[in-house]
């Protein structure tokens, strides 16, 4: 692991409540089926394969490790903020990271520890701000479709940035604040039961180029976004198209 020092661009951040009880409260009632392909969360067992392959090719690039090992992040700690019951942090156990798990809602965690002890995975999950655990020096740091929840997306981001490591590496996904978007990730996914009512308000979705500003603010610097479409014939799939949801890289600046 290379702990090379660089200059950080903050001071040592205070404590920020970026979590909405609100938010917390309603994915916290989801915890009991989080696991359930064909429950209240069956959307992220439809998006997760399309944000792991994203992820992993995301960490060859990156790490220069060898594309074919089954075990990616080994000797390497990974952090998920936002981590729900698991379902990312779980894959990153299997390629061999030392992972860790942070989430608002205590319900979830509880899911995620039973899940994980099910499954023979060691994953290291906590409940609360993560501003106020004190994490550093992760490898990777991963945040995907949370951003859009929290009510300080500033200060969420510098605590991401202030988890990861000098050469780190961080991923975050968020859907894009686009007509299309309000059409299909709220009027329509929640009229046909596709997502629980209430598990989005479209007004707190974030555009590629507010995360770029508000990366930047966080002494971070993007890659290149990627699209998360969907068409009838693909279903969800990695695209130039952003119109609904996007993932793309970030290190520090």
């Not at 917390?24 to 009632?29: E, I, K, N, P, T």
């Not at 089954?70 to 990974?78: E, I, N, Q, W, Y």
């Not at 968020?174 to 629980?196: D, F, I, Q, Y």
Request: charged share 20%; net charge negative.
């Amino acid at each position: 692991m290379d702990n090379a020092t660089a200059t950080i661009p903050h001071a040592p951040l205070p404590p920020s409540a970026t979590i909405d009880p609100k938010e917390a409260a309603h994915f916290g009632a989801l915890a009991a089926d989080w696991w359930d392909p064909k429950g209240s969360s069956a959307m992220l067992h439809t998006l997760n394969p399309v944000r792991l392959a994203f992820v992993r090719d995301a960490i060859d690039a990156h790490f220069g490790g060898d594309t074919r090992s089954v075990r990616p992040l080994s000797r390497k700690r990974a952090l998920d903020a936002g981590c729900g019951a698991g379902l990312l942090c779980e894959p990153l156990a299997r390629m061999d990271a030392d992972v860790t798990g942070v989430d608002a809602a205590p319900e979830n965690i509880a899911a995620a520890r039973t899940h994980a002890a099910a499954m023979g995975l060691s994953i290291d999950y906590r409940a609360g701000e993560l501003g106020t655990l004190g994490l550093s020096g992760y490898d990777l740091v991963c945040s995907l479709e949370v951003i859009e929840h929290v009510t300080d997306k500033a200060a969420f981001l510098r605590h991401l940035a202030a988890a990861m490591a000098p050469r780190g590496l961080m991923i975050l996904s968020c859907p894009n604040r686009t007509v299309r978007s309000r059409v299909m990730l709220v009027e329509a996914a929640e009229r046909l039961g596709k997502v629980p009512r209430g598990t989005h308000d479209w007004g707190q979705f974030v555009t590629p180029e507010e995360l770029a500003a508000l990366a930047r603010d966080a002494g971070l610097e993007l890659g290149t976004p990627r699209g998360i479409a969907w068409s009838p014939v693909k279903g969800l799939h990695l695209s130039d198209d952003m119109a609904l949801n996007y993932i793309v890289t970030a290190r520090k600046a």
